[in-house]
């Protein structure tokens, strides 16, 4: 289950004012593309009470219910300094210059790096979208264009722990 662990104190949790468990997203974090016209802005997020340990952080964003059979990176976004704790809205925009000092953004796939928003096909049904912040043992090193698959495998071999929010999307 991936659900916030916010209600267990001193546990690692995320949190964000734009996107809330089980609530549907705004236009702002639709895709801009694929027949979508959202502002393909990433949610603000804040995390707190990481685990002891932790020398970097990754925040992903993930739909299980794209018809793929492999699911859809959205975002993942790793070696985020252990100091900073928020990432504010639009941090997934590249040109924005929003993303923390040292972070690396994988390429999404829709193909390019940083966010690129929901996008579900229409009369799909509701996508459930998974961000989720892991706390990590260590910077990660991956090769240049590495893909979601092997940046998920590397951040789950160093995960010390994760929060997560799934928000929803329709069209």
Known sequence: MLLSTASMADSFSLNSTQIALGEFMDKAQ????????????????????????????????????????????????????????????????????????GSLQINNDYGFEGFGG??????????????????????????ENASGALTGYMINAHSLGSASIEALYKR
Do not use: M
Not at 63 to 82: E, K, L, R, Y
Not at 92 to 99: F, I, R, T, V
Not at 118 to 143: D, I, N, W
């Open 30 to 101: 639709e895709f801009e593309g694929f027949g979508c016209s959202g502002g393909n802005k990433s949610p603000q997020l804040s995390w707190s009470n990481a685990p002891k340990g932790t020398v970097a952080f990754a925040v992903t964003a993930y739909d299980p219910d794209a018809p793929t059979g492999s699911g859809w990176w959205h975002w993942q976004i790793v070696n985020i300094p252990s100091s900073v704790t928020s990432l504010p809205a639009g941090s997934g925009d590249q040109s924005n210059k929003l993303a923390p000092e």
């Open 118 to 143: 929901a996008c579900p096909p229409e009369g799909h049904g509701v996508h459930r979208y998974q961000f989720t912040v892991h706390a990590l043992s260590k910077k990660l090193e991956l090769p």
